[in-house]
Nanobody, 128 residues
Framework: QVQLVESGGGLVQAGGSLRLSCAAS????????MGWFRQAPGKEREFVAA????????YYADSVKGRFTVSSDNAKNAVYLQMNRLKSEDTAVYYC?????????????????????WGQGTQVTVSS
């Protein structure tokens, strides 16, 4: 089991930037990948970005490509999401997720079923 603590959410104007952080503790040695999902009011949770522990596989949702950057620091067992040029439609609760144990394919990190540990979520609000 892995415990996740997210931070960095808040209120920002459209066009601004925020950096989300997620620190993992617990069964960290079996972490395969880490990702970010978000859920806006009245909408289903959606994939945002993911990175394998090796860093060899990185994925982004089309809606955030070119604006968001996912990165990780294995020494700190942390994953980050740098969000630039934020838009009002980026407003959502952002969740950090971790996959413990290998997946058949790294691309499964793009789907919520690929994860078995979730953070509590952090609110990001972009004002227009």
């Amino acid at each position: 089991q892995v415990q996740l603590v997210e931070s960095g959410g808040g209120l920002v104007q459209a066009g601004g930037s925020l950096r989300l952080s997620c620190a993992a503790s617990g069964d960290i040695f079996r972490i395969y990948g880490m990702g970010w999902f978000r859920q806006a009011p009245g909408k289903e949770r959606e994939f945002v970005a993911a990175i394998s522990r090796s860093g060899d596989s990185i994925y982004y949702a089309d809606s955030v490509k070119g604006r968001f950057t996912v990165s990780s620091d294995n020494a700190k067992n942390a994953v980050y999401l740098q969000m630039n040029r934020l838009k009002s439609e980026d407003t959502a609760v952002y969740y950090c997720a971790v996959r413990v144990a290998e997946l058949t394919m790294a691309t499964q990190l793009k789907y919520d079923y690929g994860y078995n540990n979730w953070g509590q979520g952090t609110q990001v609000t972009v004002s227009s």
